[in-house]
Nanobody
């Protein structure tokens, strides 16, 4: 019954903004490291942004630094990814994921913790 559900994807023009949401059910996000990942057609999945369960550290992919912001609302059991100044290269399916006992930078680089969950993904398309 534990699951993550992403929402907020869609079609936007270059330079536009979009906010993705990730809501957890069946468990609490309190002690989990949270990550946003993306995969474009023909490309390998990459970690976009991650944050530790204690909010003590964050990680951003170099290509999104200064444009994207990760946040969490424990009371709402929801994580967010605010994306500004979107570029065509940001087009991908975006996934929310969580794991335990791992710091943000390592989770975004593909390392695994002691156990977590993945959402189903939401499509983001940046095109004029």
């Amino acid at each position: 019954q534990e699951r993550l559900v992403e929402s907020g994807g869609g079609l936007v023009q270059p330079g536009g903004s979009l906010t993705l949401s990730c809501t957890a059910s069946g468990f609490s996000l309190k002690l989990y490291t949270i990550g946003w990942f993306r995969q474009a057609p023909g490309k390998e999945r990459e970690g976009v942004s991650c944050i530790t369960g204690s909010d003590t550290s964050t990680y951003y992919l170099d290509s999104v630094r200064g444009r994207f912001t990760i946040s969490r609302d424990i009371a709402q059991n929801t994580a967010y990814l605010r994306m500004n100044s979107l570029e065509p290269e940001d087009t991908a399916v975006y996934y929310c994921a969580v794991d335990r006992a791992i710091v943000a930078s390592y989770f975004c680089r593909g390392y695994e913790g002691v156990g977590g969950y993945w959402g189903q993904g939401t499509q983001v398309t940046v095109s004029s």
